[in-house]
DNA sequence: GTGAAAGCGCTAACAG
DNA sequence: CTGTTAGCGCTTTCAC
């Protein structure tokens, strides 16, 4: 900056002027001067500095389970757009359903004073730190399942989305209908979807034929695979199946696929989740598809406290993004 | 900083000392009662202003074209995983296949300081500003392909998956074998593999039975599948296809499943790529992978500055990562 | 073993 | 309109 400034003949005080456009005018013919020397030096403002200054990084901190699973993926490209428009940088990292990992980056970005915390988290306890950063002020907004009555959170209708599924199966006049899901938890979308499916069954007087079938977390896409399989075999009447996410969905179409049950003829299957990779299918996955764009544009709104902040319907500030029905190829009626 | 020097009853400097384990000894005495005081107060060190006075940001910056393609957010995951072994934090931003884009996230991450620019290029074009920087000394290297002769690259061996692909399908007796490609471009992975792929046909004396179907730029995946219809209906005594991309192979997928060709039965598929989506689908796909956590690995070494610089074999400092046959379930033998 | 002081590159009073 | 100056929070010589 000294550099441009002397190269301008100025000081570099107003080299700033012309760098930020203020907060002092500047003599058009001055400032053609700088911009010149701006150019020919290639000068760049030193963000660091800037940022150390005015205590504004425009930064943002990400933790997120794993940024290579499409659920995952999807909600951070709809942040990062988000982010993007309002000329904020991401940082991102993958906790790998690591509690200390987790808790690692939320300290590294703290450290780095971002703008604020944006946590996707692996269950429902707060990480080491969270929760006091929090209440010392620093924007933390939580996506995808809540933490704490506090923190704000940006989450689907996942009830909903459970309700959605069981209501387009029924109404395409389905009754044998298997819900694959899975780990059995207190709280959390898994459950909530579950419940609202449950739910929704049964209050359309079609109570649940069999049990939910329950796939642990360890190894999830394999387990997907194996239930659906067993589910098949011993279930060989289910004529509809609910997976709760779209890597159940998979399984479950592997499953069929190899014991000659075509979806879309003979087995009607819908999942929740919605990633892109359901359309790509074959044949397309009927899917209640939850908002991305929404959510992220949401989290970063409600972070950067733009948002009214609707406590209105919660006991907290969450804020609950609806889910849609997309009718694709999978389900058939019956 | 001061705040704890007060309250340990000492000067800031040393609180520094302990913060960073040197760079001079403190009495152990002291250094408890510092390390007390950091409790007490919650402190945190200011990882900017360290940033200003060291020159030394612990961030690398990624610019991929799109966070949400399991291509790309499967190299991302390996490059964060690359970056948190060593203790740095890295800035991610989705150009989205535009240019300007591209060059904004590139001059930002500039401005911020970052130790290094990872690339993950839209097209061979070297986006504005990045030639300048990475002549002035910024790390800077493309990862996936390679823009530049200087501009230090890795790349997956591309026409060696070609390659791979083609000889899979040739041992398992095919011979009228399509291929389902990309547009045409001058240089790139896509057409590398292509190249690849083609000339290992003609190497083992089973030149191309057609032409490589291509597939535009403009809605990849509907296109994949509608070329792949058009393929299918066109030339229905076809026994093997290859896809040049697993999007495109699930086009093929989906073409075939409505056309009643069991996919590993009666009509073989190999793509290249191999991300997670390809041991989901029914049935799961035999595929050329690509080793993305080498990739990440290998592309945060060479930013670094750690790797050898290999630029024996090739006329840059380009490194090229092998790719492994995986045979899964959707090649038959004919 | 400890402390005072300079300075990283920038912003924003405050004078001129 | 322009220039001087004092820090932002930290590291690090250099004296003590």
Redesign the pocket.
């Given at each position: 900056?000294k550099e441009v400034a002397k190269l301008a003949g100025?000081?570099?005080?107003?080299v700033?002027y012309v760098?930020?456009d203020g907060?002092?005018?500047?003599?058009p013919?001055?400032r053609k001067r700088v911009l010149e020397a701006m150019k020919t030096l290639g000068y760049r403002?030193?963000a660091l500095?800037?940022a150390?200054?005015?205590q504004q990084t425009s930064t943002l901190g990400i933790v997120l389970p794993d940024l290579a699973r499409p659920f995952f993926s999807e909600m951070a490209r709809a942040i990062e757009d988000a982010a993007y428009k309002r000329d904020l940088r991401v940082l991102v990292g993958s906790s790998h359903f690591d509690h200390a990992r987790q808790a690692a980056y939320v300290d590294t970005y703290l450290q780095l004073q971002v703008e604020g915390i944006l946590l996707v988290p692996i269950d429902h306890q707060v990480p080491e730190g969270l929760r006091h950063a929090f209440e010392t002020g620093m924007p933390v907004t939580s996506v995808h399942r809540k933490i704490d009555l506090n923190i704000p959170a940006v989450v689907a209708d996942d009830a909903a989305g459970g309700r959605l599924a069981a209501e387009h199966l029924l109404s395409k006049g389905h009754s044998r209908i298997a819900c694959l899901s899975g780990p059995r938890e207190d709280e959390g979308p898994i459950e909530t979807r579950t419940r609202g499916f449950l739910d929704a069954l049964a209050a359309e007087g079609a109570p649940q034929w069999i049990p939910p079938v329950r796939c642990s977390d360890r190894d999830l896409r394999q387990q997907a695979y194996e239930q659906a399989s067993r589910l098949l075999t011993e279930h060989p009447d289910v004529t509809a199946i609910c997976a709760v996410t779209d890597e159940l969905a998979l399984g479950v179409m592997r499953a069929s696929f190899e014991r000659g049950r075509r979806i879309g003829t003979d087995l009607s299957l819908i999942s929740i989740d919605g990633t892109e990779q359901t359309q790509l299918t074959a044949p397309p996955l009927t899917v209640v598809q939850e908002d991305f764009a929404m959510l992220g544009e949401l989290a970063v709104r409600l972070l950067l406290g733009q948002e009214p902040s609707a406590a209105s319907t919660e006991e907290n500030a969450s804020h609950v993004v609806p889910m849609n029905l997309v009718p694709r190829r999978s389900v058939h009626q019956l």
């Open positions: 900056m100025t000081s570099w005080t107003v700033s760098v930020n907060p002092r005018p500047v003599a013919e001055t403002k030193n500095a800037q150390l200054k005015t």
